[in-house]
């Protein structure tokens, strides 16, 4: 296994355009965390998912925000309407239950 | 709600001297501790983590880190800095009793490394 993949490894976006991100865990691992990372700062939880249920979501995630993971597998993370404050690192994470989390190399969002 | 205070933002040694990064957690239950390190354009790589039983853990590299619930701190060591070591470093804390088992990080701590 190869850890856990992210892609694209860069987006740039104009302001109000749509984005989508794709995170592919560790086989078998049935949990799957997205964190945003902004300059400086350490990462924020923003959801996560058990399987394919999304079981929690951060008030950092607003309504443009949309996660899903349809097949308890890959997950995909959508950005409506982008706005300059989304310019962010986002970072996909995986594990087994309790386990340690994995982190993927993370997305790196620019919105112009 | 459980948070995380890194002390220092930047802490700059010297090759071969120690490394001490200083970490304070508040959490209304046991905490699940943690430390990250992060090299440029690299996603996190777990150092080491407290969980149950004993207080000084060791990690990956050289570090250990020891869980003081007196003073609700886990800093990290290592006693003889390398090149290698220059990164940003995370605390981070879950809550033991909870199934979400989500992180909150602190704010990092860039390591510089002098020759």
């Known amino acids: 296994d190869t850890g856990v993949s992210q892609d694209p490894r860069h987006k740039i976006t104009k302001r109000g355009q749509n984005v989508t991100f794709r995170c592919d865990p560790i086989s078998e691992h049935n949990r799957l965390y997205w964190y945003r990372q902004t300059l400086g700062q350490g990462p924020e939880f923003l959801t996560y998912f058990q399987n394919e249920a999304q079981l929690e979501k951060s008030r950092l995630l607003s309504d443009r925000f949309s996660a899903e993971r349809p097949k308890g597998s890959f997950s995909t993370l959508e950005i409506q309407r982008t706005e300059q404050g989304d310019s962010a690192m986002y970072l996909c994470?995986?594990?087994?239950?309790?386990?340690?989390?994995?982190f993927g190399p993370g997305t790196r969002l620019t919105v112009l | 709600a459980q948070s995380v205070t890194q002390l220092g933002s930047h802490v700059s040694v010297s090759e071969g001297a120690l490394v001490l990064l200083r970490c304070n957690y508040s959490s209304s239950v046991p905490p699940y501790l943690f430390w990250y390190v992060q090299y440029p354009n690299q996603g996190l790589q777990l150092l080491l983590k407290y969980t149950t039983g004993a207080t000084l853990v060791k990690g990956i590299n050289g570090f250990e880190a020891e869980f003081k619930k007196s003073e609700t701190s886990f800093h990290l060591t290592k006693p003889s800095a390398h090149m290698s070591d220059a990164a940003e470093y995370f605390c981070?804390?879950?809550?033991?009793?909870?199934?979400?088992?989500?992180?909150?990080f602190g704010a990092g701590t860039t390591v510089t490394v002098r020759a």
């Open positions: 994470a995986s594990s087994l239950g309790r386990d340690e989390q994995f």
């Open positions: 981070a804390v879950s809550r033991s009793l909870s199934n979400d088992y989500k992180l909150s």
